[in-house]
């Protein structure tokens, strides 16, 4: 049995770097010559046995307190994803077995490292201190099409092609070991999976080698440009990535560890923007400057680093609109997470005063923006109230991540019970559709219990830890469930639905366990 994360943030940060992102510089030149794609690919390491183990390194990887969860930043990375999934399909780079047997999922990471990974069965990490230092929508692309095409070209199973179907396959087996020992913090579990020389020869495998840097490189580039982003984005990130650690070099910049630039991947990039004629000025400028803003606050919520952050706006003197808003907005967005409220009113008030230099469109997203942000302070500061007036402007609206802000407000004190009943309805439309959004499962528990239902709350809370992959958490939550239901006058039909859903989640967990161990369950397996 897995014991609790000691200290969770570093061993994910190490986690991340050390399973995937290991300098392709270290290699042998040697390593330069890549397996083509193709069945012998598949034989050694099949799509089925890598999406295997990336759902269950997932599944642990997501219980870790530093993986975000915020609907707004989380809804422009998929905004951005989006159109890069659609190119690659359309440019033949993700076919339909592919696209039907990986998972094609994002996560973000409170880490202010700039950093961003692509893991087994389709998984891709980004760390909020990479949309932080990125200045437009393509740069930040940029990086999502490169990650996108290490797993397209199947770079991870390309890596250990030679080796032998086992010697593969226990490879990948290796990311269990190294889960483990950075769940438990003990080297025995370390050393009952793999000896530190098999760890080190496991980790040259998963190196990415410069030749398949220069592929994701070269077909990250297509899928940018097809996606309809700027083709002059990779190479401007490039530059920036450069120029930044030439001024700090202090370990903030792991990305280059993991993906070592050089003279000769900047030239290609800027000699593929130089022959794209559709080349021209970045859109949703406003938009990237304000999520930017957001990431540079949520990415560390350490009390001097939030102080930092509330008085960036008092030192704001760029006359461009856009840098005003930004700048006030993490300001505002700060202070409410101190719960400094009228320091966080005061900021909101001086962006305001910007709106009109703005074009209409970029005033109407600001505004909302602005809004929503207050709301989201004064529900942190328990005013439903004043949450509940600064959402009523947009009360027609559906998008995901106002549904589940005003799930958030609904459960701030002061909210009318109506509201509180309309926020549990959308919810619990949404989830009848979407099963696996762990978010909304998390919002919905808290106010089932507040609406007295304990036993939906629990079953909630189970649903989001399933939604996830954490297969235990949701048993035994269930298992609370179960015991809460046999008290008086608990709810008959959904304790039935509790001992339902009980019943196959340990069918699902031992099917699942039986897969990662198919000579024999551990003693202590649950």
């Known amino acids: 049995m897995l014991k609790p994360l000691l200290n969770p943030r570093p061993r994910l940060r190490a986690l991340c770097l050390s399973l995937l992102m290991l300098p392709g510089a270290a290699l042998p030149q040697g390593a330069a010559v890549l397996p083509t794609l193709g069945d012998s690919v598949s034989e050694q390491v099949g799509l089925q046995d890598e999406r295997k183990y990336g759902d269950w390194i997932m599944s642990q990887v997501r219980l870790d307190p530093s993986v975000l969860d915020d609907p707004l930043l989380q809804a422009y990375i998929e905004s951005l994803w989006q159109p890069l999934m659609q190119a ?60 996108l095409s290490h797993v397209t070209q199947r770079h991870i199973a390309r890596g250990v092609a030679g080796e032998g179907k086992s010697t593969a396959i226990t490879i990948l087996g290796a990311l269990l070991g190294i889960l483990a ?24 495998k998963l190196s990415f080698s410069r030749d398949m840097e220069r592929e994701a490189d070269r077909v990250g580039h297509a899928v940018l440009v097809g996606g309809g982003y700027e083709a002059s984005g990779m190479a401007r990130m490039f530059l920036r990535l450069e120029q930044s650690t030439r001024l700090m070099d202090n370990g903030a910049f792991p990305y280059l560890r993991s993906h070592p630039l050089n003279s000769e991947r900047i030239a290609e990039a800027r000699q593929r923007a130089g022959l794209d004629a559709a080349s021209g000025a970045s859109q949703g400028l406003l938009r990237h400057a304000l999520m930017a803003a957001r990431a540079r606050v949520l990415m560390d919520e350490r009390a001097e ?44 008030r001086a962006a305001a005063t910007w709106l009109p230099k703005l074009g209409e469109a970029d005033r109407t997203l600001a505004r909302a923006l602005l809004d929503q942000l207050r709301a989201e302070g004064a529900a942190l500061m328990g005013d439903g109230e004043a949450a509940q007036a600064a959402l009523a402007p947009y009360a027609e609206q559906k998008d995901l991540p106002l549904m589940l802000l005003r799930a958030e407000v609904a459960a701030a004190p002061g909210t009318p019970p109506a509201a509180r009943t ?74 039935s639905v509790i001992d339902a859903r009980l019943r196959a989640l340990f069918y699902e967990r031992r099917s699942q366990l039986q897969e990662l161990y198919p000579r024999g369950l551990p003693p202590d397996a649950e």
């Open 305 to 348: 680093a939030l102080q930092s952050a509330a008085a960036l706006e008092v030192g704001a003197r760029d006359a461009d609109a856009t840098a005003q808003i930004a700048a006030r907005y993490s300001a505002a967005l700060a202070a409410y997470k101190l719960r400094q409220r009228d320091r966080a009113e005061g900021a909101l």
């Open 422 to 495: 309309a926020a549990l309805e959308a919810l619990q439309t949404h989830l009848a559709l979407q099963p696996k959004d762990a978010p909304a499962w998390r919002r919905a528990a808290l106010l089932w219990e507040q609406q007295g239902q304990p036993l939906r709350a629990v079953r909630a809370r189970a649903e989001g830890h399933a939604a996830i992959g954490d297969l235990r958490g949701a048993i035994d939550r269930l298992r609370a469930g179960l015991r809460l239901s046999r008290a008086p006058g608990a709810d008959p039909v959904e304790a």
């Open 88 to 147: 690659a399909r359309a440019q033949g780079q993700i076919s339909e077995e592919l696209m039907e047997r990986f998972a094609w999922e994002t996560l973000l990471v409170r880490e202010r490292n700039i950093n961003a990974s692509a893991w087994p069965g389709g998984y891709f990490v980004f760390n909020l201190g990479l949309l932080a230092m990125t200045a437009d929508r393509d740069e930040l692309a940029s990086v999502m099409a490169h990650e």
């Open 181 to 204: 020992a950075s769940k438990t913090g003990s080297t025995d579990v370390a050393i009952g999976v793999m000896s530190a020389a098999q760890t080190e020869a496991q980790r040259q």
